[in-house]
């Protein structure tokens, strides 16, 4: 998984300095074009490492499945 575009989690900071995640799903259409959805959660949190254990928890994510781009 190194094309950050296949990532799943999305980690970015908002304008107040709080960090959220955003999931992205990935399918592909008949054609094989990719159709990419994205949900940001509703959750914040202080520091990228708190949203990496809330990743991991709630959506078994694994090491290296994190952008920040």
Not at 22 to 50: C, H, I, M, W
Not at 54 to 63: G, I, L, T
Request: glycine share 4%; no cysteine; net charge positive.
């Amino acid at each position: 998984m190194t094309d950050p575009s296949s990532r799943p989690f999305l980690i970015n900071k908002d304008e107040v300095g709080n960090f959220r995640l955003t999931v992205r799903t990935t399918r592909y259409n008949s054609r094989g074009y990719p159709l990419v959805t994205a949900t940001l959660q509703d959750e914040t949190f202080k520091t990228a490492n708190a949203v990496r254990a809330f990743a991991r928890e709630n959506f078994q994510a694994q090491p290296g499945e994190y952008s920040t781009k």
